[in-house]
């Protein structure tokens, strides 16, 4: 029984997590109303060799963290978290955790389901966020720096989606995809993309096969919309509903 609550759980925060990406858009902050010093948190993060990341987003009553190591063959170990602004800045998650190993292509979960899971999230004076797992240390050594909120976003300008596919070798991988009739795909392009956490916007760099290259910079509206900013010329991208 225990095991097929903790398989409901993790379907259920993860729908969660993925509906709140989905509405990025059209949502109201509901934690950071009320606690805006913990915006610094909300934003996807990653470990130098790239093979961990932590996505922390914005949901009612605190703050939902994944985080997430991948360990090759489309398999991932990954924790998830509830937390609230504690003493001295941090993050405290409360005390209920989940920690999985899960296959990505064949949809399998190996659960280790617990009540105990307790965590704290900080940010250094790097600016580098850090984890301290309190249930399995196993966040030791680790430090994670920001890349924003743009990872994993699907998004359309026109005909064109927008895949803000990976973060690899310290830059995002972009993927383009030009669409036809029935959503077939035309033409492709990858851009690789550097993450300005100052600003908050992404500098990127492709071109499509055969034709000239081209320089993008996506940011955020006031509206929490991307931005493509193109010549001197904004879009606000549109959220993609396309499959693969």
Not at 219 to 231: A, D, G, K, L
């Amino acid at each position: 029984m225990k095991k097929l609550f903790a398989l409901f759980l993790i379907i259920c925060l993860s729908v969660t997590a993925l509906f709140a990406m989905a509405e990025e858009e059209d949502d109201i902050a509901v934690y950071l109303d009320d606690h805006p010093e913990a915006a610094v948190f909300v934003s996807a993060w990653v470990a130098e060799d790239g093979d961990w990341r932590v996505e922390v987003f914005d949901e009612d009553g605190g703050l939902k963290l994944m985080i997430v190591h991948r360990l090759g063959d489309n398999k991932e170990d990954v924790w998830e978290y509830s937390a609230e602004m504690g003493d001295n800045g941090k993050l405290v998650a409360v005390p209920l955790g989940l920690h999985y190993k899960q296959d990505t292509v064949a949809e399998t979960w190996d659960v280790t389901y617990y009540e105990d899971g307790d965590a704290e999230f900080e940010i250094a004076e790097d600016g580098k966020l850090v984890w301290k797992d309190l249930k399995e240390d196993a966040g030791k050594d680790l430090a994670f720096q920001k890349i924003g909120s743009f990872y994993g976003s699907r998004r359309m300008k026109g005909d064109i989606e927008v895949f803000f596919y990976d973060w690899y070798e310290g830059q995002y991988d972009i993927r383009l995809y030009q669409r036809g009739e029935n959503n077939e795909i035309l033409k492709d392009a990858i851009l690789k993309g550097d993450y300005d956490a100052e600003t908050n916007t992404l500098t990127a760099m492709g071109e499509f096969e055969g034709e000239e290259p081209f320089t993008v910079v996506f940011s955020y509206n006031e509206e929490n919309c991307i931005v493509w900013n193109e010549n001197g010329e904004s879009t606000v991208l549109e959220l993609s509903y396309l499959d693969d």
